[in-house]
C-alpha cells in the first residue's frame, strides 16, 4: 500500500519541476532560421548531354572566389572530380573566357549563376563541385559543395502516320 504525499510534498516536487524547466529552456538556443554556408542548385539534363545552370547562394563573396566544376559523381570534392567544365566565380568577374579560363561574376551577396555543359551519357553520373579557387580549398574547406545533377530520361518522339 502506497502513501499519498501531502498538499506540501506535492506543491514542493513542483516548484522544483517548474525551476528545472526554466533554467533548461534558458540553457537550450534556438536553431537558426536557416543553415549558414554555401548552398548549389542545378538544373535537371537529359542523358544524351546538354547544359545545366548553376545557381549559388552563400558563398564568401571575397577573393579568391570558388571554383565550380562538373565532374563525376562520388568524388571526394572539386579537385579529385576530374571536372570535364570549370568556371571561376568571383567578385569582379566577368562573364566570358580569357587567360584565367571561363569566368562569372560573383555578387557582394555571394551568389552566383554559371553554365556548365554536360556531355553526352549523362546516365553515368555527374555532380557539380565548388571550392575555393586558386588552391585554397585543400586549406579551407568552407566553401566545398557536393550537388549530384539529375539526369532526365531522352525525350521520346512519336511519328503519326500521315493518311
Partial sequence: M?????APARRLISLFLAALLAVAGALILPAPAHAAGPVVT???VY????TVTVTGSGFTAASPGV???LGAAGASGFYTSGA???????PGNVEGDGAAGR???????????ATL???????AGFAVYTSKAHGQGFSDPSQDTVTDVS??????VTAAPIS
Fill in 2 to 6: 502506497t502513501t499519498p504525499l501531502g
Fill in 42 to 44: 542545378t538544373t535537371p
Fill in 47 to 50: 542523358a544524351a548531354g546538354g
Fill in 67 to 69: 571554383y565550380i566544376g
Fill in 84 to 90: 570535364t567544365d570549370t568556371v571561376w566565380a568571383a
Fill in 103 to 113: 569566368t562569372t561574376p560573383m555578387t557582394a551577396e555571394g551568389t552566383f549563376t
Fill in 117 to 123: 555543359t554536360v556531355p553526352a551519357g549523362a546516365d
Fill in 151 to 156: 539526369v532526365l530520361p531522352a525525350p521520346s
